[in-house]
T-cell receptor
């Protein structure tokens, strides 16, 4: 089954304690991305990657890091989480092509609370 | 720069009424893609439709229809004979070819029984 898998789905942590949210896709998609969703602000892109070892900042990258060492994985790292990073996070992937850019496939979301 | 505007923050209609969700976009590219996603109360994001900039044909899928008009930079979504299960947040999104996808802020739709 084609899917994007995120872990953990729910996490409560404290300010400053490093955490990683993993994301893996089994569709061989070139493009992967992280979004955060906050009330009234919709989905905002944090980082995206167009292929292995290629990552770019989205609209709200501050406080986050990513890496793309393998095509299927795109972890999101919060080195020193703060309460303003409390949010619902989505990982997504898609086929990337000049003429066949596809829709995003989303993971189920990871709800993060930073105390 | 890309931009997507969903001016309707929240809409409530009575079941069986028709409802249209507006989406206006901005882009400088001639090649781009438009999307609609549904987010039901359970929280997942469900893909509804993709349309590329070269295809202005309207599309109908059951009770759902989409009206793409390049002249007004709009990609509106209509639900006919709405049902309670249509209650969700709906997102419109724009992608320039090979680039990031930008989402609107979403429209929360309440279908009242």
């Amino acid at each position: 089954e084609a899917q994007v898998t995120q872990n953990p789905r729910y996490l409560i942590t404290v300010t400053g304690k490093k955490l990683t949210v993993t994301c893996s896709q089994n569709m061989n998609h070139e493009y992967m991305s992280w979004y955060r969703q906050d009330p009234g602000l919709g989905l905002r892109q944090i980082y995206y990657s167009m292929n292995v070892e290629v990552t770019d900042k989205g609209d709200v990258p501050e406080g986050y890091k990513v890496s793309r060492k393998e095509k299927r994985n795109f972890p999101l790292i919060l080195e020193s989480p703060s309460p303003n990073q409390t949010s619902l996070y989505f990982c997504a992937s898609r086929i990337l092509g000049q003429l066949n850019t596809g829709e995003l496939f989303f993971g189920e979301g990871s709800r993060l609370t930073v105390l | 720069a890309q931009k997507v505007t969903q001016a309707q923050t929240e809409i409530s209609v009575v079941e069986k009424e028709d409802v249209t969700l507006d989406c206006v976009y901005e882009t400088r590219d001639t090649t781009y893609y438009l999307f609609w996603y549904k987010q039901p109360p359970s929280g997942e994001l469900v893909f509804l439709i993709r349309r590329n900039s070269f295809d202005e044909q309207n599309e109908i899928s059951g009770r759902y229809s989409w009206n793409f008009q390049k002249s007004t930079s709009s990609f509106n979504f209509t639900i006919t004979a709405s049902q309670v299960v249509d209650s969700a947040v709906y997102f419109c999104a724009l992608s320039e070819a090979g680039d990031k996808i930008i989402f609107g802020k979403g429209t929360r739709l309440h279908i009242l029984p």
